[in-house]
DNA sequence: GTCTATACAAGGATAGAC
DNA sequence: GTCTATCCTTGTATAGAC
């Protein structure tokens, strides 16, 4: 019985990719070579330039992965629920992220530092429409008096910025705290710290503060 | 009169430092060539060699210039100050180091992005020497009742990620809000939210909340 | 002290065997 | 469809002229 090669080639393309991203985040985009990515992938150097015809091809597919999978987690949020709840599990939700794919925040935030210039274009529109959108929302809660009046982009920004941190800067904050990597215990005062601050700096509750 | 060689030299340097500054962050270490530094600096690319005698020397005299400006800004705090001015102006300090030198922040992520190689030793003693000091202070204003019980070090990491990624993340902001550049409404605006939002936060007050 | 010319290595990409 | 061998560019670093 003879295997698919639709099967072999979408595992193969899966484990490149995976390899990839280990290795851009390690030493960059110049400084990370085929070979590198062949050798962790476990298969030859031609084949992975076969797969991806390109270097700068096999980064892009890295990042619209990363970008999907960022944008699959961007949860709704309408202004007929409650603040506090869909703040504390955006944030929630957003530690989460940050926890089990450090790798992916720190492309992200590579490309970011660097001018992103391979997301410029999805900044400017999916991104950029995004985030009007939840300001509108957040707009409307400030003018029913729900929450402080805060600037909503600002919020947001706070958000992302300090969940991520936590992938990002993941080899600072366990060596000054002396540890290998997060326990189970740690991502639920990570997520308590942040709830806890924000929806108090904002004039929030959260809803079960246990 | 014959101009003294010190003086050459030491301008050379300075010009070489900024010019591998500003390529670092756009092409990262392996991705920058000593000929783009070269250019950049207007100087021949031998002569970058003979000032600093190998790229990867270069790029740590770079590294430690940036954390010795970092530190050097690492205000003093005693328990015996009040708590909202102390972290009042703390967090205004580190908004105006982010915007007033990004490079420095971007060099300093994308180095710890990659698992700081090039700061381990630096975060091992400076930095968690310098954490413990501040943890300490704040655990005696909380013993003191003076803000709300919150773990001083997520605290810390809070200001830490709220601040520098208005430098790290700069082209995403600035894209998203459609601008060109921060103007200095805008630092300002930065500044208050932060403050409000992360005292508010942990049951303080900034000291004249205009 | 400054710069030109060059040795030498690494890596991306392709041609073509299997 | 898969992989070996190779071409060619780029880039670090040095030797040596001025």
Redesign the pocket.
């Given at each position: 019985m003879k295997v698919k090669?639709?099967r072999?080639?979408e595992q193969?393309s899966l484990k490149i990719l995976a390899a990839a991203e280990a290795e851009f985040v390690k030493h960059g985009f110049?400084g990370?070579?085929?070979?590198?990515i062949a050798d962790a992938a476990e298969?030859?150097?031609?084949?992975v330039?076969?797969?991806f015809?390109?270097?700068?091809n096999l980064y892009v597919a890295v990042l619209s992965a990363i970008a999907e999978r960022w944008d699959s987690n961007l949860d709704d949020m309408h202004e007929s629920q409650d603040p506090g709840e869909v703040l504390n599990n955006y944030i929630r939700n957003k530690v989460d992220l940050a926890i089990q794919y450090p790798n992916a925040s720190k492309i992200y935030a590579t490309e970011i530092i660097q001018g992103a210039p391979n997301l410029k274009e999805h900044m400017r529109t999916g991104l950029r429409t995004w985030l009007r959108e939840k300001t509108r929302v957040i707009e409307a809660w400030i003018a029913q008096g729900k929450m402080d009046r805060v600037d909503p982009n600002q919020l947001i920004f706070l958000i992302w910025s300090s969940t991520q941190h936590y992938a990002d800067f993941e080899a600072q904050i366990l060596t000054v705290s002396n540890k290998q990597e997060y326990d189970s215990d740690d991502v639920e005062q990570i997520k308590r710290f942040l709830c806890q601050v924000i929806l108090k700096g904002v004039g929030l509750t959260p809803p079960g503060n246990a």
């Open positions: 090669t639709g072999i080639r193969n110049k990370t070579s085929m070979q590198n298969l030859p150097k031609a084949n330039l076969y797969y015809s390109s270097k700068k």
